[in-house]
């Protein structure tokens, strides 16, 4: 029942800045950031619980991208500084319900998911 929708993915330089939105349509209890390259597997960028805020980051983006969340627009949010072209993939936010932080970071705990949106890093 709960519809994810992304925005906010463009074309742009190394060292430039992007910030992802996520709008559902209804109630979340976590919400997840995972991307995607072509001919890699999904992977887990970030994620966050809806009370409390606590939040989760993979090595490769922390200190660089910041997950977010308005629990009364029920949308969450991507800010992605220092952008590199290893970020280059199709990002997916992710919707589930309550989990330990540790576990956050696994596919399979979501159980909805938009429908992505590019993100492409190239000089």
């Known amino acids: 029942q709960v519809q994810l929708v992304e925005s906010g993915g463009g074309l742009v330089q190394p060292g430039d800045s992007l910030r992802l939105s996520c709008a559902a349509s209804g109630r979340t209890f976590t919400n997840g950031w995972f991307r995607q390259a072509p001919g890699k597997e999904r992977e887990f960028v970030a994620a966050?619980?809806?009370?409390?805020?606590?939040?989760l980051y993979a090595e490769s983006v922390k200190g660089r991208f910041t997950i977010s969340r308005d629990n009364v627009k029920n949308t969450v949010y991507l800010q992605m500084n220092s952008l590199k072209p290893g970020d280059t993939a199709v990002y997916y936010c992710?919707?589930?319900?309550?989990?330990?932080?540790?576990?956050?970071?696994?596919?399979?705990?979501?159980?909805?998911w938009g429908q992505g949106t590019q993100v492409t890093v190239s000089s």
């Open positions: 966050i619980k809806r009370f409390g805020a606590n939040t």
């Open positions: 992710a919707a589930g319900g309550e989990m330990t932080i540790g576990t956050m970071k696994l596919s399979r705990n979501y159980n909805y």
